[in-house]
């Protein structure tokens, strides 16, 4: 049977992907260690603006090769706005409705950038609330509900097909350490890190694997306790990681460690990676550079040599009203400095002081 919609839909995603570039991988300058490398893949640089715009196609590749995305379909999508932007995109390329279910609390630059991409937004007030509000807009609108957090870990290409794991490794070649001794990054859906840690038993390589994980997230304690019916109250404050529920689509048992990161260190490490790197990123990066910055230093107390990859997910100017706002900060109760002075410490002697 030929289905003109669907293979003009499937054709413009692969032409999206063939126009787009590899996203950089990045050498830190980390000079107080020579023999332990930390690598940054800048994921910013997607036409989306984060790493999302991998898994949102990867959703729409999904829905439609599945049959539930034809040309009627209104997408409905849960998110806390990084994967909304990405969808909103991939929606209105394929001329299709798109309504965005996201906390209120959600950065207006965000929201700015999806309704660029001719997306709704749909606001509930605690960021538990996205999954039933967004099943019941799906019925409302006989439309689609994407769902990432279940299908993140089953619509991405684990094997291979130029995943984000598939690409580390590639650019890592040439490096004095090409085989990374860790991973790092951090769980929203859980998606990347899944992909990370089954790729790295697919292809038998001595990595491990490290999630990072926020305040207000249930997944630090759900990877101990595998308590499946953990919830949070409040909403992570870092924007794309950390959830008040155990996501299906988070695999603990690809982790091979996790590291709890204070808000306040998320936020210092992200001003720190400015200082590092020449240029801003969001919070969950400098989760990530906090989780890096002390795996390294177990990894030079423990003699040992080798390199650390870990992510940039999205870049800084979504968040000049909040995360990089003084006002922003102390208004919330934030104290960075005492972050700030333990990563400037370490970065210059090498002592990690907890
Ligand atoms: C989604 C997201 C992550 C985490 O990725 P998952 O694959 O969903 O676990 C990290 N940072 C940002 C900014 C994100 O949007």
Known sequence: MYRPWTSEAIRKIESDFHRSADTHLVRLDFPVFPDIQLYLKDESTHPTGSLKHRL????????????????????????????????????RMLGLPFIAVMPRSTSSAKICQIETYGGQCHFVDNSSQVYTEAQQLAKLHNGHYMDQFTFAERATDWRGNNNIAETIYQQMQAETYPVPSWLVVGAGTG?????????????????????????????????????LSLTGKTGSAIEGIGRPRVEPSFMPDVVDRMIRVPDAASFAAMRFLEKISGRKYGAS?????????????????AGQKGSIVTL?????????????????????????????DQLQRFYDTGQWES
């Open 56 to 91: 949102a196609r990867s959703l729409f590749l999904f829905g439609l090769c599945n049959g539930w995305i034809n040309q009627d379909t209104t997408i409905i999508e849960a998110s806390s706005g990084s994967t909304a932007i990405s969808e909103a995109y991939f929606a």
């Open 191 to 227: 998606g990347t890190s899944a992909t990370l840690g089954r790729y790295i038993r697919y292809r038998n390589f001595n990595s491990y694997l490290c999630v990072v994980d926020p305040e207000n997230s249930v997944f630090y304690d759900y990877y101990h306790q595998r308590d």
């Open 285 to 301: 990066s400098g989760t990530n550079l906090y989780g890096t910055f002390q795996l390294a230093a177990d990894m030079h107390r």
């Open 312 to 340: 940039a997910c999205d870049a800084g100017e979504r968040y000049s009203d909040t995360y990089y706002n003084k006002a922003w900060l102390s208004a919330k109760g934030y104290n960075i400095q005492p972050y700030l």
